[in-house]
């Protein structure tokens, strides 16, 4: 079990950019078997100056490891990046959207780093009294939140004359009274979806079935019958009710067929990153700007809009997308075979053009330099 969780550990390094050079420093500190440790590692990256000189910035690491409540067994809990002892900010991992080596450099120089996020789609919660007035919203993350925060209230005796509605993306997912927390959300009018998860034991495989119903009750029937008269090659996994759109969950209900609690919608999505070097958080680092995908700035459609050479061949064009992603200052080719630096602005919604000199460059987007013919 050590020696696997050692493994893990050079793996991760490697994939963070961190090389192999820190396996032997690694492999003594695990071995002293202490409840925290620190590494400590130094780089050089090249990089333009001001003056459009070519230099070096020095950036040194301090990674911290923390022992987890297996004996043993260690995970990498944050790395403190310093930026030529001027500008430090201490980055947090194990969240499987870890920044690697390179782009902690690249964020602290202020320059934007594309990853992928699970975000989620959280559910709101308003107090309408008995006046019609529709109070402040709370942002909750699943009806059990939900009931917990209407019960406290209960019990406090807040917000007793009227009632709660729990709204999921504008969908009416429950009512409560607000005397008693009690639930009296209506029943779902039209059709619904019976989502059923399972593993299939023949084909070694997970899967999930959707049927449409007329109504909830045919709906939850058919949950009933799926229970009692349950295919033994079928290990059920759980079941969902759906709206009629698949988009919003109304119902969800365990292996057993208990209801259980509906949570907020989780989706994936790859956003952009960038350090706010005008505000910190409590714990003394720099908090992000984010620029989500409905910011409205996509990197591969910007670059079309250039009349860049690395475009035309598939895997240049992939090479060159990926570096921007990671926050790097890419060198390109104009269509006129001048030699341009690039980099991607998400924040001002722009692809940055430089010289060799590193000097800004106002580059035509292609359809103006058509018209201009």
């Known amino acids: 079990m050590e020696n696997n969780n050692l493994e893990f550990l050079k793996k991760n390094l490697k994939f963070l950019g961190f090389g192999t050079s820190l396996n032997a420093a690694l492999e003594a500190k695990v071995s002293e078997r202490q409840e925290l440790f620190k590494i400590g590692v130094s780089a050089d990256f ?15 690491y301090e990674l911290n490891f923390l022992r987890s409540s297996k004996p043993y067994h260690y995970f990498l809990d944050s790395v403190k990046v310093t930026l030529n002892d001027q500008i430090q900010n201490t980055f947090s991992y194990g969240k499987g959207n870890d920044v690697t080596a390179k782009e902690a450099y ?34 909750v993350s699943s009806t059990e939140e939900a009931s917990k925060i209407i019960a406290e209230n209960v019990k406090n005796k807040i917000n007793v004359h009227g009632s709660y509605d729990l709204y999921a993306k504008g969908y009416l997912l429950r009512s409560y009274d607000g005397a008693t927390g009690k639930d009296f959300s209506s029943m779902p009018e039209g059709k619904v979806f019976l989502s059923y998860s399972y593993f299939d034991r023949s084909t070694n495989q997970h899967e999930t079935s959707h049927h449409l119903y007329d109504n909830l009750n045919l709906a939850l029937d058919a949950k009933e019958a799926l229970l009692k008269n349950a295919n033994p090659e079928q290990d059920i996994k759980g079941f969902k009710i759906l709206h009629e759109s698949k988009s919003h969950k109304i119902f969800e209900f365990d292996r057993e067929g208990n209801e259980v609690s509906v949570e907020a919608p989780k989706r994936n999505e790859n956003i952009w990153i960038k350090l706010d070097f005008d505000q910190k958080t409590e714990d003394g680092n720099y908090g992000f700007k984010k620029f989500y995908q409905n910011y409205g700035f996509n990197l591969e459609s910007e670059l079309g809009r250039f009349p860049i050479n690395e475009l035309v061949t598939p895997q240049e064009k992939e090479m060159l997308i990926s570096s921007l992603g990671r926050g790097n200052i890419q060198m390109a080719t104009l269509e006129t075979g001048q030699p341009v630096l690039i980099e991607a602005d998400p924040q001002f919604k722009k692809i940055q053009f430089y010289d060799m000199d590193f000097k800004k460059l106002n580059v035509l987007p292609i359809q103006t330099q058509e018209k201009g013919r």
């Open 46 to 60: 090249s990089a333009r100056q001001k003056d459009g000189s070519l230099g070096k910035d020095k950036v040194n």
């Open 106 to 139: 690249n964020l602290l120089r202020g320059a934007s780093v594309l990853k992928k996020a699970i975000l989620i789609d959280k559910f709101t919660l308003s107090f309408i009294d008995d006046a019609g007035i529709r109070g402040k919203e709370m942002i």
